[in-house]
């Protein structure tokens, strides 16, 4: 069974780089949509974008000016960079993988909270 | 752009049937998913193209979709449903979630 396990920084401070990495056990990182999705204290979730296996990348456009995404195939990671940080994207961060048909998102990671405050 | 639209909240007593919608022009021209969060964990997909539930997702979850709504229906709803139930869908490329309907068992 697929598993997700985000890492990375828990503070960061404003206008610097927000990054996170998600390893992936349990099963291949090839031929699936790898996403990040977010979620800031008491609110909804927002899809960030994703990283396909081959390295092809899909953002959404209201991050796309700030987001980076990586993936390493032989360490079974991927990773997110979120430039620019500011205190509204203080949030639950959750990898996830999404199937070729990208009906739907499942299994996800079990979040970090990526705080952006000086 | 492209909106999903749930009610914040939705009451229901135990034992009774519970229905979340998800409103969006032309829903029902895409597929949808449900996702169960409960305080302090990640979201649980629970209903996925509309109809289909995974594997280890009780039967009394169920789904539907016609026109602009999708719909979650819960039957028999139990405490342990209590939660915060978010919609999904594709809108070219962009993954989209409604705002999220908090189910209250009471």
């Known amino acids: 069974q697929v598993q997700l396990q985000e890492s990375g920084p828990g503070l960061v401070k404003p206008s610097e780089t927000l990054s996170l990495t998600c390893t992936v056990s349990?099963?291949?990182?090839?031929?699936?949509?790898w996403s990040w999705i977010r979620q800031p204290p008491g609110k909804g979730l927002e899809w960030i974008g994703y990283?396909?296996?081959?390295?092809?990348?899909n953002y959404n456009p209201s991050l796309k000016s700030r987001v980076s995404m990586s993936i390493d195939t032989s360490k079974n990671q991927f990773s997110l960079k979120l430039r620019s940080a500011t205190a509204a994207d203080t949030a639950v961060y959750y990898c996830?993988?999404?199937?070729?048909?990208?009906?739907?998102?499942?299994?996800w990671g079990q979040g970090t909270l990526g705080t952006v405050s000086s | 752009s492209y909106e999903l639209t749930q009610p914040p909240s939705v009451s229901v007593s135990p034992g009774q049937t519970a229905s979340i919608t998800c409103s969006g022009d032309?829903?029902?021209?895409?597929?949808a998913c449900w996702y169960q969060q409960k305080p302090g964990q990640s979201p649980v997909l629970v209903i996925y193209?509309?109809?289909k539930r995974p594997s280890g997702i009780p039967e009394r979850f169920s789904g539907s979709s016609s026109g602009n709504t999708a719909t979650l229906t819960i039957s028999g709803t139990q405490p342990m449903d209590e939660a915060d139930y978010y919609c999904?869908?594709?809108?070219?490329?962009?993954?989209?979630f409604g705002g999220g309907t908090k189910l209250t068992v009471l």
């Open positions: 999904q869908a594709l809108d070219s490329s962009t993954a989209l």
């Open positions: 032309k829903l029902g021209d895409k597929y």
């Open positions: 193209q509309n109809t």
């Open positions: 349990g099963g291949s990182i090839n031929t699936y949509y």
């Open positions: 990283i396909y296996s081959s390295g092809s990348t």
């Open positions: 996830a993988r999404e199937p070729q048909t990208r009906d739907w998102i499942d299994p």
